[in-house]
């Protein structure tokens, strides 16, 4: 909650994390906390079974957050979202593994990535940077060419200059940050708050 406190008047607008980690009062109270500091609230669900993605869903909603990020996109996920007015950015591709893996071609993951919009999803949730098989900024690309750069969130891994600018070439509207900011890969040494704003700066350059 410090984090949160500290960092509630840098001009991002979007924030989340992932579902493992704190009890589910904990995070129904971090993800209030995100709302009253008028942040977009997101949840990023890690996982790959039917019955894990429903219950990732579930804890979504119950937690009170805007949108679901993650899981693997099943219809029964598809149609809790919809009933409970989630937006839902699910993962494309062949994901799977610990840590993430993306496989297949590149072909394979742009028709995953349209077959999820077609279906619903308000975006895709793209493990670019975990692609096993080609070359993420190509990849990435393709996708954006195929269902618009404002549905695609690239899921993490972006921790260098270099790669932010390789998500500008390939025209990406957002992504997720995470442990670049707690181990301080901008600005070595210095706290979350100041590499926070060191990336919002570089994005505004």
Request: hydrophobic share 40%; proline share 3%.
């Amino acid at each position: 909650m410090s984090v949160i406190t500290d960092i509630k008047d840098l001009p991002a607008k979007k924030w989340g994390f992932k579902d493992v980690g704190l009890p589910k009062e904990q995070m129904i109270a971090l993800a209030k906390a995100m709302k009253e500091a008028g942040k977009e609230t997101y949840i990023e669900v890690v996982t790959y079974t039917e019955e894990g993605c429903l219950e990732g869903a579930k804890l979504a909603y119950e937690c009170g957050f805007d949108y679901l990020t993650g899981a693997l996109p099943f219809d029964s996920v598809f149609a809790y979202v919809k009933e409970h007015n989630l937006k839902y950015y699910p993962f494309c591709g062949a994901v799977g593994g610990s840590p993430v893996e993306l496989t297949g071609s590149v072909e394979s993951v742009v028709e995953s990535a349209k077959q999820c919009i077609e279906n619903g999803a308000d975006g895709v949730d793209l493990t670019a940077y975990r692609y096993a098989d080609g070359d993420p900024v190509e990849l990435t690309k393709a996708v954006v060419q195929a269902v618009g750069a404002d549905r695609v969130c690239i899921a993490g891994s972006i921790g260098s200059t270099e790669r932010m600018d390789a998500m500008a070439e390939a025209g990406v509207a957002e992504y997720t940050m995470g442990s670049a900011l707690f181990n301080a890969n901008f600005v070595p040494g210095s706290s979350f708050r100041e590499n926070l704003k060191f990336v919002l700066e570089y994005l505004d350059k």
